[in-house]
């Protein structure tokens, strides 16, 4: 809870437009790269007034998952489900994932593909929670592909922890390979692969875009 | 060419065991892990000599991506290749990548993936000699997709370029998450997700494994 006491932050300098210039931050930087020095100065605040809210690195890193995870929620699932169930929510949730990261939202495009290269091998905390974070997000795709089974929009023989393994590689290989090559073909090559794997399990593929 | 007045590195501790150690550093700390001291420190041998040969850490960071694209080749492309054509070649690199990152060979398991990720945003020499190896690989399966065509084995209508793309981010994405997740799950889903991509373009899809 917000205090007046000065040692709190205020106003429009929230403690998520913070944790929004974090995640930013380490799309491209990485969770180490984070310095509530520069992101005091970044932001024209007082690092003191930081440092009340995140007393270390780490403290700091955890907020910073949390946000991102929110963005994510924010950005690309709760427009997705709003009015969308089954299949139809499940090929949004694709299409969202792309325009997030064609935008691009965040400068590295992706803060999760950012973290997990960093973190995979520094067992503690924060790989803890960003672990956390790729489960929840692997099961959230596969109960939508459970959900348009039991609807009967994707067949009954539709291999669930499969489908929801290669949607997610399919959309994470966007994030390197558009700066790298060129950013239309990649981001087409990704859609085209995307739609081709809900469209062979779709029991009316005419019910997705043709490409 | 070595000389034999000291200044150069001789005898085991030779130009190519200094950079298979800093292509193992990278795959987890990146080429801006890179520290010649370090990797000195590391080789019991002296910096003054690893100057000699990379006065600036660009040179290094350059011929290190060169000899991380010479150990793929050697394991992975070379030795399916050995005796194999077409689509057995291709499925032969596939298996061949996985048993790369599963051994793994690299502590980081791949110095690609890491060296996407941290240079995907920053132009220069060292960017362009990445997307170098990007392209060339890309061309690689590429070329395999279409020896296949040609030979029969798989259909005229395969999409070269879209299957190439499926190919690399099915393999891509084993790499953070099989230390994320449960390592032998990741492995079997990338290996079936591969496959399946295979098998659903191949004329005879009994030539590849069944799973």
Redesign the interface.
Known sequence: MPTTDGRRLRGHRTRESVLEAAVATAS?AGLDGLSLAQLATGLGISKSALFTHWPDKQTLQLAVIDQAAAQWADRIVRPALDGRHGLAALWAVQENRLAFYAAPVL??RCFF??A??EF??RPGPV?DR??AQ??QW?AFQANLIRESITAGELRPET?V??LA??L???G??V???????EAD??FA??R??LL?RLR?WATRPDTLPAA
């Open positions: 491209t400068p590295g593909v950012t997990y290269t995979d091998d790989q960003l672990r790729l489960v692997e291999p922890q499969l393994f290669e997610d590689a399919l994470q290989a994030v390197t390979r558009a700066r790298l090559l073909t990649v090559e990704a085209a692969a081709a062979h």
